[in-house]
């Protein structure tokens, strides 16, 4: 069983940074993604990573502004958000699999984290 904890939500003025972090506990090695959900609307993809980093998946809305990473040894993925949109407003969740690939496909990720909140203001 994998858990994930999201962190680094916060009000942001359009055109700054944030950077998100997704600590995982348990056992095993996990593709890690994130995905995000605004208001009245349906979950979308953000940007996956394999396990060992070589392989990243983005959504054409975020490629080259929110660069997907981690760190193996602290079991940790970030999501470096630059640039950033009003209609990046979102609750933004972390999810791992342990299948191999960084779907951007939500079915796919078994663990979820509780989501944290992202809002761009203009």
């Known amino acids: 069983h994998v858990q994930l904890v999201e962190s680094g939500g916060a009000v942001v003025q359009a055109g700054g940074s944030l950077r998100l972090s997704c600590a995982a506990s348990g056992r095993g090695s996990y593709n890690m993604a994130w995905f995000r959900q605004a208001p009245r609307k349906a979950r979308e993809a953000v940007a996956a990573?394999?396990?060992?980093?070589?392989?990243?998946n983005y959504a054409d809305s975020v490629k080259g502004r929110f660069p997907i990473s981690r760190d193996n040894a602290k079991k940790t993925a970030f999501l470096q958000m630059t640039s950033l949109k009003p209609e990046d407003t979102a609750v933004y969740y972390c999810?791992?699999?342990?299948?191999?690939?960084?779907?951007?496909?939500?079915?796919?990720?078994?663990?979820w984290g509780q989501g944290t909140q992202v809002t761009v203001s203009s």
């Open positions: 990573i394999s396990v060992s980093g070589a392989q990243t």
């Open positions: 999810a791992s699999r342990s299948r191999a690939g960084p779907s951007l496909r939500p079915n796919d990720y078994s663990y």
